[in-house]
């Protein structure tokens, strides 16, 4: 049941992604055009040019990115930590595996933020929970995960190997929940440190929690949104990875939801 949920889960992210739909938009007005459907083609061509210029100046994803990543407070305040939980998401396995060097990228935060916490208090526990969540490593044979780089990354800045756990099996986040608790098997009493990117902070609170942990307490980081007015510039890309990013983690949060995950 879990690689089901996994594969549909990778399936419904294609389409829900903006450039998905333009493609799709484009592919009609080429149809229209073939089937002499003239004046489709022309609203199809206008409603998608617009559609365009509003995506690349206006920050729409901010909007929707925003009470996610709002949810948690920043820098909460510790006395006390026993153990930091890093998600995966901020390393490039690829091109790791490529250059046979350690990768991050844009949520390469996760790893700034465990590093300190890890430093401040000496005596935490770091768990590292990612395997691979491409759909084309399902049956296997993914090479170096996410655990590997991460291993990598946290032994090069002088982690010490016996404060390190790797989980290297999860693929999404209800898995990355459920395999490290069965891993670190936290005492009650215990107070734990969950590290991810704030606009998935909700989601993965809800599964960490669903899976029995307790204790837990939200460490976001990776923030990607900022005031709307400086987010007003022709940003075509920028503004539509934020978007899509926006989308998948308000679905991602719902389907969670509906699926008790």
């Known amino acids: 049941m ?23 938009a484009l592919a009609l007005i080429v149809i229209a055009l073939f089937m002499e459907w003239r004046r489709l083609a ?13 995506l690349s100046i206006l920050p729409l994803g901010d909007l929707l990115l925003r009470p996610l990543e709002s949810a948690y407070a920043p820098a909460p305040q510790l006395d006390r930590v026993d153990g ?14 490529f250059w046979g060097q350690a990768q991050v990228n844009e949520g390469g935060d996760r790893f700034l933020a465990a590093l300190s916490l890890a430093h401040r208090f000496p005596d ?12 084309r490593d399902t049956a296997g044979g993914a090479g ?21 756990l790797l989980e290297s099996r999860s693929r999404n986040t209800a898995e990355n929940a459920r395999l490290s608790h069965a891993l670190a098997q936290p005492e009650a009493d215990e107070v734990w440190v969950l590290v991810t990117s704030a ?11 669903a899976a029995g ?11 990607r949104t900022s005031g709307f007015a400086d987010g007003l510039e022709w940003e075509p890309a920028g503004h539509i990875e934020t978007l899509n990013t926006a989308i998948k983690a308000w679905v991602g949060l719902i389907a969670y939801r509906l699926a008790g995950r």
């Open 84 to 97: 930091i939980i890093v998600l995966g998401g901020g390393e490039d396995a690829a091109a790791s595996r």
């Open 42 to 54: 022309k609203v199809l061509a206008v409603g998608t040019i617009t559609v365009l210029l509003a």
């Open 2 to 24: 879990d690689t089901v949920f996994f594969i549909a889960s990778k399936l419904v992210g294609l389409l829900i992604r903006v450039d998905s739909w333009i493609v799709l």
């Open 199 to 209: 606009f998935h902070m909700p989601r993965a609170m809800a599964s960490f929690r």
């Open 124 to 135: 935490a526990v770091v768990l590292f929970a990612g395997g691979s969540g491409r759909l």
């Open 213 to 223: 942990w307790e204790g837990l307490v939200a460490y976001p980081v990776d923030y």
């Open 144 to 164: 170096a995960t996410e655990a590997d780089v991460a291993a990598q990354i946290f032994r090069a800045q002088g982690l010490a190997p016996d404060r390190l």
